[in-house]
């Protein structure tokens, strides 16, 4: 009897301790890839970066992105897509249970990040936060293979 409250209470422990790790972020980890580095690209072209930031959490919803109505990749948090493209204005779509639009304009030799969230419910949202901001962010977050 003794044993067999010993083993219950340490299968507890344990699942108690894995739960725990999973919940906070300090166990949370980007998924494999290749880590962020910045493309380069000629001063007659531009980059799109769309990530979606490493979160904590059991959170772990993919979304499918586009960019001009053509599917560039799918995005798990902790990770970034990046398409080099002529100056212009873009339309980046991203898809989980609903879906957003975000406008992105780039010039020649510019960079743009766009950030993508996707609350536990609801429709996913797409922020294009401050440059030094989104390196930071980026910087944690692996590439998705093409």
């Known amino acids: 009897m003794k044993r067999r409250l010993a083993a219950a209470v340490a299968r507890i422990t344990i699942t108690v301790g894995v739960l725990a790790c999973v919940m906070g972020s300090g166990c ?3 998924p494999g ?4 580095r910045p493309e380069v ?3 007659t072209k531009a980059v799109i970066y769309v990530y979606s930031p490493v979160r904590g959490g059991l959170a772990r919803r993919a979304v499918r992105v586009f960019m001009n109505q053509q599917p560039i990749g ?6 970034y897509l990046a398409r080099t493209v002529d100056a212009g204005e873009y339309l980046v779509r ?3 249970e609903s879906s957003m639009v975000k406008a992105v304009r780039v010039l ?3 960079a743009a990040y766009l950030a993508v969230r996707v609350p536990s419910a609801g429709k996913p949202v797409i922020e294009e936060p401050e440059s030094a901001v989104a ?3 980026i910087a944690r977050t ?3 293979a093409e």
């Open 74 to 79: 799918t995005l798990s948090p902790g990770q």
């Open 94 to 96: 991203v898809e989980s």
């Open 142 to 144: 692996t590439r998705v």
């Open 28 to 30: 949370a980890s980007a």
């Open 33 to 36: 890839g290749e880590p962020f």
């Open 41 to 43: 690209v000629s001063s």
């Open 108 to 110: 020649a030799g510019d």
């Open 135 to 137: 390196r930071d962010q």
